[in-house]
């Protein structure tokens, strides 16, 4: 798997200051998303989910961000100065380290292709952990309304059965009532 071989400077850049920037943007950005409350239908569960060309566009931004002189390609130097321009350090071998990692064509830069492979790489590990703290029957794969009312009365929000089924169908894709952990990603996008 590609993600195993990763080095210390790729996870140090997508742990570090990747999610800080992309919180930043997809911040100002909400208004892609469609609250529950503008639902117009009563019987049909919101929508909350972005448009792939909302993501796309989003995307290019923020690779724009990166892509200093703005010639496609990020360079070592051009990662440096973009984490400089946030108050965060990267050395010269980081930088070098994450493009070494990510490059798919061997010209020591990033292109868009090899950003987005960056920016869709999910740390499915936690991820994974917070779903399974969701799980009532452990390693059953699914969230059901008791784990989820279980869960959020344990973190201090009691919510009511009820509730909880109507929380899940907002985001149960395929209808049977529970959430898988495919639902759950794109709930947590």
Request: glycine share 8%.
């Amino acid at each position: 798997m590609e993600t195993a071989k990763l080095s210390k400077a790729s996870k140090w850049f997508s742990k570090k200051s990747l999610r800080l920037s992309l919180h930043r943007r997809r911040s100002k950005s909400s208004s892609t998303l469609i609250s529950p409350a503008s639902s117009s239908s009563p019987t049909s569960p919101p929508t909350p989910k972005r448009t792939r060309r909302a993501d796309d566009d989003e995307m290019k931004q923020v690779f724009g961000y990166f892509d200093g002189d703005g010639d496609g390609k990020i360079s070592a130097l051009e990662l440096r100065a973009y984490f400089g321009s946030i108050g965060e350090y990267m050395s010269h071998e980081d930088a070098q380290g994450v493009i070494n990692d990510l490059d798919s064509d061997g010209d020591s830069m990033l292109d868009y292709q090899d950003f987005l492979k960056l920016m869709k790489r999910d740390d499915d590990g936690d991820l994974k952990k917070a779903f399974e703290m969701f799980e009532l029957e452990k390693g059953s794969g699914c969230i059901t309304p008791k784990g989820l009312q279980k869960m959020l009365n344990r973190l201090g929000d009691a919510k009511s059965y009820d509730e909880c089924v109507a929380m899940i169908q907002v985001y149960d894709i395929d209808g049977n009532g529970v959430l898988d952990f495919h639902e759950f990603h794109q709930m947590m996008a």
